[in-house]
């Protein structure tokens, strides 16, 4: 790469990784958002941008203990090196010690505690390495280093529209090669990079983009009738079990969030009702004397689940939002349990692997309501074990009066 493209390229990542620093919660956006609005660069160039910073992300920690500072443009400097620039190229840069640097990273935390070696190799707060570690166990380095890498384009076919054959030869028809998915009916990965929403058969509503664990997670629901989504947020997952030909009536507190999954279900075609709950989380009267045989609850989470997407959530999870999470979690659980009829299901899903916002909840939920069991085995899926993002997913079933 010549200098001028780099100077290009780092001048833009380093400008966005400055805001991006900043403002923590909104790192994600802005990582997203500036990517596209480099418009002087040209779309490799943005693309490096983008992996840039995301590789920033999952290294800062790392390259900060190795180079001895956290200087924007030395982190920048050591993230290439660690991509295979060559070391003197970036000490015409910048002096440093780039001739060591891959050997160093390789034996970067040996010696140290296990969960402070994940923290500095997949920069993570001491904290949030220790939750994972207890989590996870012997699973958790496979788990970060599964969550430190791209992950895969996942598609789910519409089947109002069509099913996963008709999707994957309209798509090759379109220059888009597939492969069939191995965990989910209806889901496709896509090869290479595309602009998807720019194809004509997305317009028309022939498949919705969606990660495998988020279509299994709507899989556990196994609807029979009309059901309720309590958390459907943009509803890919209102989307998934509406495309089953069943109603649902979708519920979430942020109206911009179901604008836009009222604009989704019209493009798909699926009968989906849309309805706010309060901000203070109280439901609509003629929504709460429902009573329906299904209610999933994909609650709200600290994402860590999906760190390979999003992995400015690290810079999120602390002991006081995890607190703050499971509270919510709870209060929402309990709110979604009446709208359970007898003998139905309350699906209660994350996309977290940490046990106080899965296991822990169901439990405390069990442990308050005896007219609730517990059924089958939890869904439990992560990029480590099955390579899709990770979710967690809990049957709960309200016992039938008769029983």
Request: charged share 30%.
């Amino acid at each position: 790469m010549k200098a001028a493209v780099r100077g290009r390229v780092r001048a833009a990542a380093l400008s966005t990784w400055r805001q991006a620093r900043s403002t923590p919660r909104r790192a994600g956006a802005i990582l997203r958002r500036a990517a596209r609005e480099q418009r002087h660069l040209h779309s490799r160039e943005r693309r490096l941008v983008q992996e840039g910073l995301f590789g920033l992300m999952r290294t800062e920690r790392g390259l900060s203990e190795l180079l001895g500072t956290d200087a924007e443009i030395a982190l920048w400097l050591g993230w290439l090196v660690l991509q295979g620039l060559d070391p003197e190229v970036a000490f015409s840069e910048l002096p440093g010690p780039w001739t060591d640097l891959r050997e160093d990273w390789k034996a970067l935390g040996k010696g140290r505690d296990p969960a402070q070696r994940l923290a500095l190799r997949h920069n993570l707060s001491d904290h949030l390495a220790r939750r994972i570690t207890k989590a996870l166990g012997d699973g958790a380095e496979a788990f970060l280093e599964a969550s430190d890498v791209r992950g895969p384009v996942s598609l789910r076919a519409n089947r109002l529209v069509c099913d996963r054959e008709a999707l994957a030869e309209r798509l090759q028809a379109e220059g888009i090669g597939t492969d069939p998915s191995s965990l989910v009916p209806d889901g496709l990965q896509v090869r290479g990079r595309h602009n998807l929403q720019g194809l004509a058969c997305f317009r028309e509503g022939w498949f919705e983009v969606q990660d495998e664990g988020s279509q299994m997670l709507a899989e556990l629901v196994q609807p029979d009738g009309p059901l309720i989504d309590f958390c459907a947020g943009a509803g890919g997952k209102s989307l998934a079990l509406a495309a089953k030909g069943v109603p649902v009536l979708a519920l979430d507190v942020r109206e911009e969030a179901l604008e836009e999954l009222d604009k989704r279900a019209t493009r798909a075609g699926a009968d989906v009702e849309v309805q706010r709950i309060r901000p203070d989380g109280a439901l609509p009267a003629h929504v709460a004397d429902r009573r329906v045989s299904r209610v999933l609850v994909d609650a709200p989470c600290s994402g860590l689940g999906v760190l390979r997407r999003h992995p400015e959530h690290r810079y999120l999870v602390d002991r006081r939002s995890l607190k703050a999470q499971h509270a919510l979690q709870m209060s929402i659980v309990e709110r979604a349990a009446p709208l359970v009829a007898p003998g139905g299901w309350l699906v209660y899903g994350t996309c977290s692997v940490l046990t106080e916002e899965n296991d822990r909840v169901v439990a405390s939920f069990l442990d308050r309501h005896p007219d609730f069991r517990s059924v089958g085995s939890p869904l439990r899926v992560a990029p480590h074990t099955h390579g899709t993002d990770g979710f967690f997913g809990a049957v709960l079933e309200r016992i039938s009066a008769h029983e």
